[in-house]
C-alpha cells in the first residue's frame, strides 16, 4: 500500500511484482525482463519517502506527487537494458460504485460530461453524469441478457449496446427510450462500431458473422459483412483508408466508402473487409469471401479479446486470451511488427486504445488489474549485440494506472486527449469506474 498523508492506494498486492520496463520480443526468446517491487511509508511531507528491491541494481524511485511516483534507470555505471525509460504509477483522481460487479464496457461522450457503463450481471445499460461528483443520470433497461459493449455516437444523445440476447438496442440518452433494435444475429451479440457520424452501425456475433445495418430502416440488416463458419467474431474496430477510397453507392449506406472493418475471432484470427468494395478480395486474404487481409495473432493465443486500427499511425493491434498482443504496420502485414507477452500472469488482453502521443502508445488494460500506458518507439537503437532481433517498434511502459488490486477490466475510456494528455476511464469486475487525470504521459511533457 502506497500512502501519503490521507492518500491511500495499492501498488503491491499480494506480492505481485511491478513491471518497470516491459518485454520486448526478446521475451519470446528467453532474455530476462526487468521487474521491481515497491513498498512506503506514511508520510505528511511532500517528498514521501519510497523503498525498491529490484533484481536490477540500475533503477530507483522518484516521488511526484500524491498521485503518482516514477520509477527510472538510476544513474549509475552499469548497463541499462531499456533506454531512456521510467514508468510513472498513477493513482485514480475520482471513483464510484457504477454496478454490482463485471463491467464489460464503457464509453465517454465526446464532451466528457456522460459515460456508458455495460456489464455481464447486468441487462441494462448505465449513464453516468461526470462532474464534480459522478452519479448515475439513467439507466437505459430492455435487453433480456447480460451486455457485452456500449458505445456513445458523435452526438453524445445516442448510445448503442450489444447483448447477450443476439440483439443490438439504439438508445436515445435523453428519455431513455428504445428507440430501435437489431435483430437478425443467430448468437450473442459481441461488440458495435459505429460509421462515421452514425447513420449505419455495424455489429460482430457469436454467430461468426459481421453485418451492416441502417438506422433509417432497423428492422433487417443491409448486408452481412464477413462470415467466418465456426468461428465466433469477438471485436471488431472501424478504420478510414488514407486515402479514402471512392463513396458507396449501395442503397442505405452512408460514408462506408474508404472505411475497412478489422474483425477479431475466436480461433486468432484478424481480417480486414473493405466496406466500399463488398467483393474485394486480395492475395493472403485466406480465401474468405469480402476480406481484403487475414491475419493470426502470433503465438499461442487461441482468440481475439481486443483490437484496435490506428490509421494514422498505419498500426493495428490484437490481444489475445492468453495476455499476447500483436502489432502489425497495415501497410506491410507480412509479419507482426511486435509480438508482446503482456500480463504478470496468462489473463486475457480485455481493453486496446490507440493514443496520438509523440510516439504512437498503446493504453493495454487485461484480465488480473493492469492498466498501462505503452509507447511504442522507433527511435531508440537496440543495445549492444542484440542486433538480429525486430527492433521497429520499441515498447516502453511510461504509466501504470493502479487501484483495481487484481480486479479483472473490463473496458477503458479517453477524453479530452491535446497531445500532452488527457483523462483515462477503467471499469473493472468490482463494478467501481475510476477516472485517472494525466498529463506529460508517454514521452510528452
Not at 505481485?16 to 508520510?43: E, Q, V
Not at 534507470?73 to 552499469?78: D, I, K, N
Not at 520499441?394 to 487501484?403: A, S
Request: net charge neutral; aromatic share 4%.
Amino acid at each position: 500500500m502506497v500512502s501519503y498523508g490521507s492518500e491511500e492506494w495499492p501498488v503491491d498486492v499480494l506480492q505481485r511484482t511491478c513491471i518497470i520496463a516491459i518485454f520486448s520480443t526478446l521475451f519470446l526468446s528467453g532474455h530476462k525482463s526487468i521487474h521491481a517491487s515497491i513498498s512506503t511509508r506514511s508520510s505528511e511531507g511532500a517528498n514521501g519517502p519510497l523503498s525498491l528491491s529490484s533484481d536490477s541494481p540500475h533503477l530507483s524511485a522518484t516521488y511526484v506527487s500524491p498521485l503518482s511516483f516514477t520509477v527510472s534507470p538510476a544513474a549509475s555505471a552499469g548497463t541499462t537494458p531499456i533506454q531512456d525509460t521510467k514508468t510513472t504509477f498513477r493513482a485514480p483522481n475520482q471513483e464510484a460504485k457504477a454496478l454490482e460487479k463485471k463491467i464489460t464496457s464503457l464509453s465517454l461522450s465526446p464532451a466528457g460530461s456522460l459515460l456508458a457503463v455495460s456489464s455481464f450481471h447486468s441487462q441494462s445499460v448505465t449513464i453516468l453524469s461526470t462532474g464534480t461528483t459522478i452519479s448515475t443520470a439513467r439507466t437505459l433497461q430492455g435487453h433480456k441478457a447480460h451486455v457485452n459493449a456500449v458505445k456513445i455516437f458523435p452526438s453524445g444523445q445516442v448510445v448503442i449496446s450489444a447483448s447477450g440476447d443476439m440483439s443490438a438496442k439504439v438508445w436515445d440518452v435523453a428519455t431513455g427510450q428504445c428507440g430501435a433494435s437489431l435483430v437478425a444475429h443467430t448468437g450473442g451479440v459481441t461488440d458495435v462500431a459505429i460509421v462515421a457520424r452514425g447513420r449505419n452501425v455495424l455489429t460482430s456475433s457469436r454467430d461468426a458473422t459481421v453485418r451492416l445495418w441502417s438506422l433509417a430502416s432497423p428492422s433487417t440488416p443491409l448486408r452481412t459483412v464477413l462470415s467466418l463458419p465456426a468461428d465466433p467474431v469477438n471485436r471488431i474496430s472501424l478504420a478510414t483508408l488514407n486515402p479514402p477510397t471512392s463513396e458507396n453507392t449501395l442503397s442505405g449506406e452512408v460514408e462506408t466508402g474508404g472505411k475497412v472493418i478489422w474483425c477479431g475471432s475466436e480461433s486468432g484470427r484478424v481480417v480486414a473487409v473493405d466496406l466500399s468494395n463488398p467483393g474485394a478480395r486480395t492475395t493472403g486474404s485466406d480465401g474468405i469471401a469480402g476480406a481484403v487481409a487475414a491475419l493470426r495473432l502470433p503465438g499461442r493465443s487461441q482468440g481475439v479479446t481486443a483490437l484496435v486500427s490506428s490509421p494514422g499511425h498505419g498500426l493495428l493491434a490484437a490481444g489475445g486470451s492468453d495476455g499476447l498482443i500483436g502489432v502489425w504496420d497495415v501497410r506491410n502485414m507480412k509479419t507482426p511488427l511486435l509480438a508482446l507477452p503482456f500480463t504478470r500472469t496468462p489473463a486475457p488482453i480485455t481493453s486496446l486504445t490507440m493514443l496520438s502521443l509523440p510516439n504512437p502508445t498503446l493504453l493495454v488494460a487485461t484480465g488480473d488489474g493492469q492498466c498501462s500506458l505503452v509507447s511504442l518507439r522507433t527511435s531508440v537503437s537496440p543495445p549492444e549485440g542484440e542486433t538480429d532481433y525486430p527492433w521497429a517498434l520499441f515498447p516502453v511502459v511510461t504509466d501504470e494506472l493502479v487501484g483495481q488490486d487484481t480486479e479483472a477490466i473490463g473496458g477503458c475510456a479517453v477524453g479530452g486527449w491535446d497531445g500532452r494528455g488527457g483523462e483515462i476511464w477503467t471499469g473493472a469486475e468490482d463494478g467501481i469506474v475510476r477516472k485517472y487525470e494525466l498529463r506529460g504521459v508517454g514521452g510528452a511533457h
